[in-house]
């Protein structure tokens, strides 16, 4: 009996003393250990962010790889058993990928380059030029972004069509509603898509150059032109492309507006997309279920999705090193 109420004070001493050799521990290597548990905090709340916009897309990649027997077998989640290409074989025909591509690589780029080059100027006058209404124009740039775009489509459709009626813009003209020249002069009068973030990433960005640097331009005698382009560009180019990266990508994703004033008038990915619901009747006849026809579809989808993604990839890849000094350079600019 006393040998082991002797064990027992030894046990309960060899805890204290671990004990108090685990709190000098953490006196000593407070801050580490702080830093330590921090840091993982960060990294699973990223890794928890990452997963919800991770996940839909391995969804997406994984499904279009799928043969007909891996998405009607419920065994079959995430690698099929069969690998097959055939579903980028029908989305490349659904699509008609070469004129499609070609036509909203043309598009997406013409807008882009107007809202840059329109966002640009805009912003240079809203950041170095005091006029008068200045306000009041800032007020209705800003309320045309809070403004949902349905409440005012309705009334710019039938602006442009009566304005391409006047100039004889319909029929077989060419020209009109179902083209792009709707949205193209939107883009020139700083109406594009989100055209009013873009305006106000150049304002912010131009604020922050050194106005020191304009007034000695203004001694030497240079021009608001030479201003412009001698110094605002020259120092905002890695800014000018991420303002061009985000107006080519929201053009080239954007369905509502295009949809509404070029319908079928122009072969898109963006309007083609939506032709695989009608083009693909249900199964049932074939002894499938209609969710399995579904699914069927599904992979088809899937496929075109991928299609459309990757020359918005192969973009970023391209202008990568650019846009994240744009990213960068914003904080470093000013005075």
Known sequence: MKSLILKLKNVLQFIKQKEGGLKEYYRTHKVKINRLISRIFVYVFLITIAYVFVYPIMKMISISFMSSTDLVNPEVIWLPKKFTFSNYAVAWKVLKGQVSLFNSIKYST???VLQTVISAITGFAFARYEFKGKKVLYTVL???????????????????????TQLGWFGNSGRGLGT???????????????????????????????????????IDGATPLQLFWHITIKLSLSTIVVVFLFSF???????????????????????????????????????????????????????????????????????????????????????
């Open 249 to 335: 990508v929201w053009n080239w994703n954007e369905a509502y507006v295009t949809d509404f004033f070029v319908g079928d008038g122009i072969e898109l990915f963006t309007n083609q997309l939506g032709k695989f619901d009608s083009l693909f009747p249900s199964r049932a006849s074939e002894g499938r279920t209609e969710g399995d026809a579904l699914q069927l579809v599904e992979s088809f989808k899937m496929a075109a999705t991928v299609i459309s993604i990757i020359p918005l990839l192969i973009l970023y890849f391209v202008g990568q090193k650019s846009f994240v000094e744009g990213i960068e350079k914003t904080g470093i600019t000013g005075e």
């Open 110 to 112: 013409l807008l882009a």
């Open 180 to 218: 792009y020249d709707s949205q193209i002069i939107m883009a020139l009068f700083g109406q594009g898509v989100n055209s009013a973030i873009l305006i106000l990433i150049f304002v912010n960005f131009f604020k922050m150059i050194p106005n020191d640097l304009y007034e000695a331009g203004k």
């Open 142 to 164: 800003l309320m045309s972004f809070i403004i949902p775009i349905p409440i005012l489509l309705i009334t710019q459709y039938n602006m442009f069509s009566n304005f391409y």
